[in-house]
């Protein structure tokens, strides 16, 4: 059988396309150790050093005899394969050509050393396509990780050298995407800088060119205190210049299109059936096509976003226009479509841009903790990410220009179709938008809508087929909920039918003097309307009252009181007759003139009591499902208080796609109960959902949720309830760096608490002000609220609130400079976290006493304890503690002079740092590897971790870390010979640690998890 290997992205092995089962991880880290050195022996010592590190079992030799036995009987069948014992070590008999990481290996030197372009683009592209993620993903040992980075390395270096012929080929348009999105990761690299600026100018962006290069002028400037190089400053100079040896080389023959990682969104919403007329619209639209576009080399100048309006009267088919024409013309656009409804008119929840740039942004694949948190930096990553790209954006039901303006693209190959009720004169003045009114469907249009939904009998009866049109003031939506009137009473002409609804417009009185279209579609709502059984005519109105985007079966079953079956049957027959439609995935939404119409009546029919039960039938409903989903995420959440409903634990992944699914209701279900009357749930909601908000959930609107909640506890005077969601509230400030605001948000907590007398949430208060304290350099502060904390807690014999407020007093004590009062603070954390069987806070104060002690003896065993800790926090799940346990680990590898080890751990940590959100946490972090790299002899990155550390800082107020950063470029640029910029960055320093009054830290050793 012919056999295939792969290292880069999990460990996995193929025979003849079908996937071999290798055993647990450590046989796979075994295996992956073998294919790396394919063909070359490997002793046994460094074999079992490689695969487990220093937790070498006791019988070494004996686990390593049974994992390689298995992996033998895996391979058996496989052509040329073969795992021998030999003198030496045991060696892996393979074809390199099998196993990714030499085919990638042997592709990118042949690439190098192609004779053509076109060849080495070819090359390239195999090459990059080798990779599936993260080499060894899921394993996790010291050479693994070394040899994880060295790859990573590699591939970066492929990439550059793939854009430098890309350029050459002049496909530079299809490049700016990736080269947008290495950039924000490489922001120092030069090389980078020049290719992102090249393409920019070749799309036509000089403008956008030229302030790359004042950013990474700014980021060396303040970052490494140096200039941009030569070759920067001459591309720079040249396109000012426009110099036209920088223009795009032409092609005889178009390169083909590389995918590339991004992802592809395809988010229009299903084509309408039966779509009739609408011809001229539709050619209007299809000359937009024909428009240049800023990725055709052709057209390199037009840079400008094409943008179309379709106007026109409620209910006139604007969306279902939209739709048809997307659908149509899809395939024109590549790299995917976005589509979100704006819901510009509807009372209670508009979408407002923030959230609509999330939403696009997510899809685009950024992950939730990246999101920006204002709303013009999501717009600019927004831009940045459709840069380049052949993408199209529907933003349907618009209400205003400044509703939409913050979602238009940067990059002329896009293009923007825009619905609204509005005509919007502000895009077409400031925009160049086209606009297109959609006037009322044609009579003969008209018809042939009612023919293609109810057939022959429009042929049979034309002249009531007609006024039936014309009653329905030839709108696509009122001559669809008609037609299915219609076709449901097939056997009652269409005269008697159209009488039937004169009837009803006079009786309900509903037509205006002027005319008003609305005031008919209307009519035709209430016609069909009363054709509904009782129980569907109360479903309906009860639709029209929740807030959010629209309902899953079980939460309709909710409100309407009723069972999932009935609901699931009600919901059919509404969705027959036209009144709502299917969203898929179980889900029903509803026109807003319908929702409106559902609502009017609902009022008018429905006691407000009745209104009322329905909405909390439906708010319980959402709470329960979070209890249970939280349960089934978190096993031992915080219960929410009052109206928890209880909840089964099931299935992680299943709750987490119900969250994910439900979000936008329970996040309406927050807002409108806080301003609606719902306190409670609104209260319990934001309290059930907080720990998945805070550990990378939507994060956008996490702030809104609950503040929401705090509103709601302070209508109702639940000061307790208040208290705990401005604690809250401070913590998200926190986490996103916005000090300030959580200090303020922890000092109205501290206030409440304190007023109610509850002794341990006024300690839990105080220790979290100090936190923010800690963070902005205000040691003396911080030391004062943990010291009041300790106090309380001591009072009330609360041992693990006394031994931590014990270590962050002497975290504080330390970075003052009195190591010896620390030691004296941390022993007694110490036994306290004994006595209580905490390992993984015993295991956190070890690795600050190792830290701080002289005694060598202390780290090995230190080191011992915190692996173990580590398994423990991975094995629960727990991200935030296992970014910790890495950097406490980080710290002892340091002083124990296992530098490699130490910079491994501390890139883990990164990268669960940036996942989870904690910028603070994170600059931290980007320090200490600084610290290590430099320790390590790897000056010239040691400055660009010190260099990121510095931006991130200075991001987030944390003065400390500015402080670090600066002292580590200097320490740097000593070693590479750069005395000026060395000098420039210690007074910078020393500046600013006597601003805080403490000394500088220690070079080389991590700070050990200080910003806990």
């Avoid at 939209?322 to 899809?330: D, F, I, L, Y």
């Avoid at 300690?763 to 309380?792: E, F, I, K, P």
């Avoid at 910029?981 to 007074?987: I, M, P």
Wanted: aromatic share 4%; proline share 5%; net charge negative.
């Amino acid at each position: 059988m012919a056999a295939e290997f792969g290292v880069l992205g999990a460990v996995e092995a193929r025979l003849d396309g079908r996937p071999v089962d290798l055993g647990h991880a450590r046989q796979r880290c075994v295996l992956g150790v073998l294919l790396v050195e394919a063909g070359r022996p490997v002793p046994v010592d460094q074999l079992v050093d490689r695969v487990w590190g220093e937790d070498v079992p006791q019988r070494v030799a004996g686990a390593l005899y049974s994992y390689l036995s298995r992996l033998r009987r895996a391979v058996a069948d496989a052509d040329g394969v073969e795992i021998q014992r030999q003198s030496a070590g045991y060696l892996l008999t393979v074809d390199p050509q099998a196993v990714d990481i030499h085919r990638f290996r042997r592709l990118i030197t042949l690439a190098r050393s192609a004779e053509s372009d076109r060849s080495a683009a070819e090359l390239f592209a195999q090459a990059l396509g080798c990779w599936r993620g993260e080499p060894f993903a899921g394993l996790d040992t010291p050479w693994l990780t070394s040899t994880r980075h060295t790859l990573l390395s590699e591939r970066f270096a492929a990439e550059l050298d793939r854009n430098d012929v890309l350029l050459r080929l002049g496909r530079h348009g299809e490049l700016l995407p990736a080269l947008s999105a290495a950039v924000a990761e490489h922001p120092l690299d030069e090389r980078l800088a020049e290719q992102s600026m090249l393409a920019l100018y070749r799309c036509g962006r000089q403008a956008d060119a030229d302030e790359q290069y004042r950013r990474i002028r700014r980021c060396l400037a303040e970052q490494l205190g140096s200039d941009p190089g030569a070759g920067l400053r001459r591309l720079h100079e040249r396109i000012l210049a426009a110099d036209p040896g920088l223009a795009a080389p032409s092609a005889d023959v178009p390169e083909p299109r590389q995918t590339g990682p991004a992802p592809v969104p395809a988010q229009l919403p299903a084509d309408v059936r039966a779509f009739a007329g609408r011809t001229d619209e539709l050619a209007a639209l299809d000359r937009l096509l024909s428009q240049p576009v800023g990725d055709d080399p052709r057209h390199s100048a037009a840079t400008a976003v094409t943008i179309a309006v379709l106007s026109g009267t409620p209910g006139v088919g604007k969306s279902a226009l939209a739709v048809r024409w997307a659908h149509r013309v899809r395939d024109a656009f590549p790299d995917g479509q976005l589509y979100v409804n704006l819901r510009g008119y509807d009372a209670e929840q508009p979408v407002v841009p923030a959230d609509a740039l999330a939403w696009f942004l997510t899809a685009l694949g950024v992950r939730a903790p990246e999101l920006p948190l204002e709303l013009d930096e999501r717009a600019g990553r927004y831009r940045s990410e459709l840069a380049g790209r052949r993408m199209l954006v529907l933003l349907d039901n618009v209400s205003s220009v400044e509703q939409v303006r913050p979602l238009l693209p940067g990059a002329g190959s896009c293009l923007v179709l825009i619905t609204s009720r509005d005509s919007l004169p502000g895009m077409v003045a400031v925009h160049g938008a086209e606009r297109l009114n959609l006037d009322l469907l044609p009579p003969a249009d008209a018809v042939g809508l009612l023919r293609r939904l109810i057939g022959a009998r429009v042929d049979r009866e034309p002249s009531a087929a007609a006024e039936l049109a014309d009653a329905c003031a030839r709108l696509p939506l009122a001559l669809r909920i008609a037609a299915e009137l219609a076709a449901a009473r097939s056997d009652v002409p269409l005269a008697e039918l159209v009488a039937e609804l004169a009837d009803h417009q006079r009786r309900l009185d509903l037509l205006d003097a002027g005319g008003d279209p609305r005031a008919e579609v209307r009519a035709v709502f209430s016609w069909s309307y009363q054709n509904l059984s009782g129980e569907a005519a109360r479903a309906f109105r009860l639709l029209g009252l929740p807030p959010g985007v629209n309902l899953h079966v079980d939460a309709a079953a909710a409100l309407t009181g009723t069972g999932v079956g009935d609901a699931r049957r009600l919901l059919g027959l509404l969705a027959r007759a036209s009144l709502i439609h299917t969203s898929g995935g179980g889900r029903y939404g509803m026109h807003d003139l319908l929702r409106a119409y559902a609502a009017e009546l609902a009022s008018r029919h429905d006691t407000a009591p009745d209104r009322e039960a329905a909405l909390t039938r439906l708010f319980d409903h959402y709470l329960a499902g979070s209890v249970a989903a939280m349960a089934a995420l978190y096993p031992t959440p915080a219960p929410a208080r009052d109206l928890a409903a209880g909840g089964t634990t099931g299935d992680a992944d299943a709750a987490r796609a119900w969250l994910e699914a439900e979000w936008p209701n329970l996040a309406a279900a927050c807002t409108y109960g806080a301003t609606h009357g719902w306190h409670r749930h609104a209260i319990a909601l934001a309290e059930t959902l907080f720990r998945y908000l805070d550990a990378g959930g939507p994060v956008a609107e996490a702030v809104t949720v609950t503040a929401s909640a705090a509103a709601a506890a302070r209508a109702v005077g639940d000061r307790d309830a208040q208290a705990r969601a401005l604690s809250n509230l401070g913590r998200l400030h926190r986490r996103q760096g916005r000090l300030d605001r959580a200090a303020e948000s922890y000092q109205q907590a501290l206030t409440l608490y304190t007023g109610l007398g509850d002794d341990a949430a006024v300690a839990g208060a105080l220790r979290n002000l100090g936190s923010v304290h800690w963070r902005q350099g205000h040691y003396r502060q911080a030391a004062d609220h943990y010291q009041q904390a300790w106090t309380r807690y001591r009072r009330l014999g609360d041992e693990a609130g006394e031994a931590d407020a014990l270590v962050r007093l002497g975290l504080v004590d330390e970075r003052l400079g009195d190591s010896a009062q620390a030691v004296r603070r941390l022993r007694p954390a110490l036994e306290l976290y004994a006595r209580l069987g905490d390992r993984f806070s015993e295991a956190y104060v070890l690795s600050l006493l190792a830290r701080l002690g002289p005694d060598p003896d202390q780290l090995a065993p230190t080191a011992a304890s915190l692996e173990l800790s580590l398994a423990a926090v991975r094995q629960a799940g727990d991200r935030t503690r296992e970014a910790y346990v890495l950097t406490d680990l980080a710290a002892v590898h340091a002083r124990r002079g296992r530098l490699a080890e130490a910079a491994a751990h501390l890139r883990e940590a990164l990268v669960l740092h940036r996942r989870i959100g904690d910028r603070a946490s994170e600059a931290e972090a980007l320090n200490d590897l600084g610290q290590v790299l430099r320790a390590a002899g790897d000056a010239a990155q040691a400055a660009a971790e010190h260099g990121q550390a510095l931006a991130l800082a200075r991001e987030i107020g944390d003065r400390y870390e500015q402080a670090r950063a600066h002292d580590g470029i200097a320490a740097a640029d000593q070693v590479t010979g750069e005395p000026d910029r060395a000098l420039s960055h210690v007074e910078q320093a020393r500046r600013l640690f006597a601003d805080l009054a403490v000394p500088a830290p220690t070079i080389g050793v991590p700070a050990a998890g200080s910003g806990r």
